[in-house]
């Protein structure tokens, strides 16, 4: 299995890394990151673009990309996880949060 696969992350402090290939399940990404740096090894495949998760995010907890809030884990997340729409709480653009509704 190839182990020299592509992924990004800018922020030292994110939860997140972005995969700038298709990535097999099983496969281990070195994630470099200034002072963070890590091996992961994921536990789904990602598709090029998606997100998985570097550390582990607690339901309820902001998910930092790029250094900034994407959104908080409507579930546990492991590192090594797929981060999408099934563990992910977007807060953006969420007119149904504006005013405390």
């Known amino acids: 299995m190839k182990n020299d696969y592509k992924a990004l ?3 030292p402090k994110d939860h997140v890394a972005v995969a700038l290939e298709p990535i097999p399940t099983g496969a281990v990404v070195k994630v470099v ?3 963070f740096q890590k091996e992961i090894e994921l536990k789904d495949q990602i598709e090029f673009g998606h ?3 570097v550390r582990p995010i607690s339901i309820g907890e902001d998910i930092l990309k790029y250094g900034e809030v994407i959104g908080s884990a409507s579930t546990n997340i492991e590192a090594g996880d797929h ?4 563990n992910l709480e977007g807060k953006r653009g969420r007119g149904d949060r504006v005013g405390g509704k």
């Not at 981060?83 to 099934?86: E, L, N, S």
């Open 51 to 53: 997100k998985f998760a």
């Open 9 to 11: 992350m800018l922020n």
């Open 33 to 35: 990151c200034q002072y």
């Open 83 to 86: 981060v999408h729409t099934h």
